[in-house]
Nanobody, 122 residues
Framework: HLQLVESGGGLVQPGGSLRLSCVVSGFSVDDYAIGWFRQAPGKEREGVSCISGKSAMTDYADSVKGRFTISRDNAKNTVYLQMNSLKPEDTAVYYC???????????????WGQGTQVTVSS
């Protein structure tokens, strides 16, 4: 049974940092690509970052480049999203998801976590 569970969201002031975690079970974290996505109220879901399987290549949306870092710990079967210099426009529900790289890059992975709320506000 394939499962993804996010945690680490919360309320943070502009300029602050958060680290999101995505713990996976039912597969190894380096078997497939894993992506972070977000959806703000009234907006479409957008891809934030992704990491490929064995090669661990990473990619980022232009809006978060230089501020967010995706990484993974194979021993803990966990993928992280370190978010620095947070802005109010980063406010959204953040989801991790997995599938083959093509599906993750296309924004159509089949397997999703339940999401974690990130709110950036003073």
């Amino acid at each position: 049974h394939l499962q993804l569970v996010e945690s680490g969201g919360g309320l943070v002031q502009p300029g602050g940092s958060l680290r999101l975690s995505c713990v996976v079970s039912g597969f190894s974290v380096d078997d497939y690509a894993i992506g972070w996505f977000r959806q703000a109220p009234g907006k479409e879901r957008e891809g934030v970052s992704c990491i490929s399987g064995k090669s661990a290549m990473t990619d980022y949306a232009d809006s978060v480049k230089g501020r967010f870092t995706i990484s993974r710990d194979n021993a803990k079967n966990t993928v992280y999203l370190q978010m620095n210099s947070l802005k109010p426009e980063d406010t959204a529900v953040y989801y991790c998801a997995t599938d083959d790289l093509r599906a993750v890059v296309a924004g159509t992975p089949r397997y999703w976590g339940q999401g974690t709320q990130v709110t950036v506000s003073s």
